[in-house]
C-alpha cells in the first residue's frame, strides 16, 4: 500500500500500522476508500476554483511601498555551523501534539492526557517518550547540528529571488510560485519573492536559509533496538528525533530573530507562542505549502552546505537523496524571510501559464516541473 503523510511526523505511526499483519488489512481498505472520497471531492472543488491568468496574478500580488521600507542588516553573511547543541535546551521547544499524531493518537498536548478517550494511552505514551528522551540525552546517544546563513538578494521575475556573495556576484537564483486562485475577499495573490524588495528598488535586502537535525546517531540506536526485536523502542526513537529537529529549528529561529538577524531583538515569546507562530518573518520549507518544489532544495543545500552531495553529507550532517528527501530523516530546512509582512501562505493549484514561465526561469523542461508539481496543477497532463 501507498499512504500519502500530511506531515512527516506521521510517519511513523502509518508506517507501524503497514507492518503490522493484524491492522495493514483493515487499515489499506480504509484508506482506499478515503482516497476514492479525495479524489471525487477534489475534482469536483477543482472545478468550481476559479483561477486568474499568470499575468493577472502578478497584477494582484500585495504591494509594498519599498521608499519607506528599510531592511534590516543580519550580523553576519554566510554560514554559521553550530555544534552539539544542547539537547536539554532543544527539549523544551518541543512542540508533543504531532507527536501524538505520529502514534495516531489525535489530540492537543497537554490536553491529550486527560482526554476520556485516548488519555490513559496517551499518559502512557508520554511517559514512555520522557524516559527515552533522558536517556537519549544523558548518555549522549544523538547529537544535534545546524547550519545556518544569510545572504543579500533582491526580487527579480516578479516570482524569483537573485541571491549575492558578499563582492555582489549572484550565487543563486530562487524560484518560487505565485497564488493564482480568484480571492473573493479582496487579498492580494501571494508569491515568498513578494517578501523580498525588488532588484529595482535599490535596496540591498536579505534572505536566509538553514539545515537543522537531531538525528545524528539517531538511525544507529533506532536500529539497534529493531535488531533485538524491540520495535517499540526503535519507532520512539525516530520519533523523538524528528521532534527534537523540529524544536532545534524552532530554537534556532528564535535566535536568528533575536540575535544573529536581530529584526525582532526584544521578542519574549512563550513556547505555546511559538507554536502558534506569533513571531515575526517565517521560515518556509521547500516542499511544503508555500514553496511547494522539493527540488528546490537542491539550491538550498548548495548555498548551506556545498560539500554535501547526493547520499554525501558535509557540515550539516545532512544530505539529500535522488527524491529530495532529507536523510537522517530527523532533519529540517528552509528559508528565512524577515519582511514584517510576510506570512505563511499555500500556492494551491497553479495553471499551465505560471508552470511555463516557471520551467523556463529554472531552464528546465516542462515535463519535469509538472512532475515534481504534480499535486499543484490546476490541469491534465
Known amino acids: 500500500a501507498v499512504v500519502y503523510v500530511t506531515d512527516a511526523s506521521r510517519a511513523v505511526g502509518v508506517a507501524t500500522t503497514l507492518l503490522s499483519k493484524e491492522m495493514k488489512p483493515d487499515y489499506a481498505t480504509k484508506i482506499r476508500e478515503e482516497y476514492a472520497m479525495i479524489r471525487e471531492r477534489t475534482a469536483n472543488r477543482a472545478a468550481r476554483t476559479e483561477r486568474l491568468s499568470y499575468e493577472k496574478a502578478i497584477e494582484a500580488k500585495p504591494q509594498f511601498d519599498w521608499s519607506d521600507y528599510a531592511p534590516v542588516k543580519p550580523t553576519f553573511t554566510g554560514c554559521k555551523v553550530l555544534e552539539d547543541i544542547d539537547l536539554r535546551t532543544l527539549a523544551e521547544y518541543i512542540?508533543?501534539?504531532?507527536?501524538?499524531?505520529?502514534?495516531?493518537?489525535?489530540?492537543?498536548?497537554?490536553?491529550?492526557?486527560?482526554?476520556?478517550?485516548?488519555?490513559?494511552a496517551a499518559t502512557a505514551?508520554?511517559?514512555?517518550?520522557?524516559a527515552m528522551l533522558n536517556k537519549l540525552i544523558d548518555e549522549k546517544l544523538i547529537r544535534a547540528r545546524a547550519v545556518f546563513g544569510f545572504w543579500p538578494a533582491n526580487q527579480v521575475a516578479h516570482d524569483d529571488l537573485e541571491v549575492y556573495g558578499d563582492n555582489g556576484e549572484q550565487l543563486a537564483t530562487l524560484h518560487h510560485l505565485r497564488q493564482q486562485t480568484v480571492k473573493t475577499d479582496g487579498k492580494p495573490n501571494f508569491s515568498l519573492a513578494d517578501f523580498v524588495a525588488p532588484k529595482e528598488s535599490g535596496l540591498t535586502d536579505y534572505v536566509g536559509g538553514f539545515i537543522t537535525t537531531a538525528g545524528i546517531g539517531a538511525e544507529e540506536v533506532a536500529k539497534a533496538y529493531q535488531d533485538a526485536g524491540d520495535d517499540y523502542n526503535s519507532i520512539m526513537?525516530?520519533?523523538?528525533?524528528?521532534?527534537?529537529?523540529?524544536?532545534?529549528?524552532?530554537?534556532?529561529?528564535?535566535?536568528?530573530r533575536t540575535e544573529y538577524w536581530g529584526y525582532d531583538k526584544d521578542e519574549a515569546l512563550s513556547n505555546e507562542d511559538l507554536i502558534r507562530e506569533q513571531y515575526k518573518g517565517i521560515r518556509p520549507a521547500p516542499g511544503y505549502p508555500a514553496c511547494p518544489d522539493h527540488t528546490e532544495k537542491a539550491t538550498l543545500f548548495r548555498l548551506l552546505d556545498p560539500q554535501a552531495d547526493f547520499n554525501k553529507p558535509g557540515q550539516s550532517g545532512v544530505f539529500l537523496t535522488e527524491h529530495y528527501a532529507m536523510f537522517p530523516t530527523a532533519a529540517v530546512s528552509g528559508w528565512y524571510f524577515a519582511h514584517p509582512k510576510a506570512q505563511y501562505f499555500a500556492v494551491g493549484k497553479v495553471d499551465k501559464d505560471q508552470i511555463e514561465s516557471y520551467s523556463q526561469r529554472k531552464g528546465q523542461d516542462i515535463e519535469v516541473s509538472e512532475r515534481w508539481l504534480m499535486p499543484n496543477l490546476g490541469y491534465d497532463i
Not at 501534539?97 to 485516548?118: M, N
Not at 505514551?125 to 520522557?130: E, R, S, T, V
Not at 526513537?237 to 536568528?256: F, G, I, M, T, Y
Open 125 to 130: 505514551l508520554f511517559a514512555d517518550a520522557q
Open 237 to 256: 526513537v525516530k520519533a523523538l528525533a524528528d521532534r527534537l529537529a523540529e524544536a532545534c529549528a524552532e530554537w534556532l529561529h528564535q535566535r536568528v
Open 95 to 120: 512542540d508533543w501534539t504531532p507527536f501524538f499524531i505520529s502514534w495516531d493518537l489525535a489530540g492537543k498536548y497537554p490536553r491529550i492526557l486527560q482526554d476520556e478517550v485516548v488519555g490513559e
